[in-house]
């Protein structure tokens, strides 16, 4: 098993670019989820999918917009990005129950906007 | 909402000192998990919390769930230097939320 993937490794946008930020997994995990990391903020939770076809936002949702459409991917859309969203994303997944079984975090994807 | 706060933010000990961060929230937790992660990695699960007073060891690591279900603590005896990371506490119900995490350095 790869486990849980994310591409691209790092990315450098200008300001109002759009790009998609990849995550998949390939343990058949229902719950999938996306997280920016920010020097002293922690882990900020985007927005989340408790399977197929189902997503949900987290605590900093806007300006990204995910989709479900296979239970193996979970992408993470920027549409028209901004210095602000300068950050390192992380996708995790786990089992059904999904939030309460041990989330798997992908290597993470360092994204710069100027 | 299901915030949990996580003191201190950062923490320096000599190798061979003790160290201990503690996560805490307004409301009832339904259950609490530790994550770590090293300087440029991702985190990594530790363990999970569920009863309320329980307590649950890994060799230096000993983590322990308040009686009340609103606080946490994580105790690292005798750091070495592969302790170096963020740790981090997290709430689960329907979606994870993590606290801001505890910087830990360790001085050879």
């Known amino acids: 098993n790869a486990g849980v993937t994310q591409t691209p490794k790092f990315q450098v946008l200008k300001t109002g670019q759009s790009m998609t930020l990849q995550c998949a997994q390939d343990?058949?995990?229902?719950?999938m989820s996306w997280y920016r990391q920010d020097p002293g903020m922690g882990l900020r939770l985007i927005h989340y999918?408790?399977?197929?076809?189902?997503?949900d936002q987290g605590e900093v949702p806007n300006g990204y917009n995910v989709s479900r459409s296979t239970t193996e991917d979970f992408p993470l859309r920027l549409l028209s990005a901004a210095p602000s969203q300068t950050s390192v994303y992380f996708c995790?997944?786990?089992?059904?129950?999904?939030?309460?079984?041990?989330?798997?975090f992908g290597p993470g994807t360092r994204l710069l906007v100027l | 909402g299901q915030q949990v706060m996580q003191i201190p933010q950062y923490q320096h000990v000599q190798e061979g000192e003790d160290f201990t961060t503690y996560c805490n929230s307004s409301?009832?937790?339904?259950?609490i998990q530790w994550y770590k992660q090293r300087p440029g990695g991702h985190p990594v699960f530790l363990i999970q919390?569920?009863?309320?007073?329980e307590v649950k060891k890994q060799k230096r690591l000993t983590f322990q769930f308040g009686e009340a279900k609103k606080n946490s603590s994580l105790h690292i005896t005798a750091t070495q230097t592969t302790d170096v990371g963020t740790y981090f506490c997290?709430?689960?119900?329907?979606?994870?939320?993590f606290g801001p995490g505890t910087s830990l350095s360790v001085i050879p």
């Open positions: 997290a709430n689960s119900y329907d979606k994870v939320i």
């Open positions: 999918s408790v399977g197929a076809g189902i997503t």
């Open positions: 919390l569920v009863k309320s007073g």
């Open positions: 995790a997944s786990s089992y059904t129950q999904g939030a309460r079984e041990t989330q798997y």
């Open positions: 409301t009832t937790l339904s259950n």
């Open positions: 343990m058949n995990h229902e719950y």
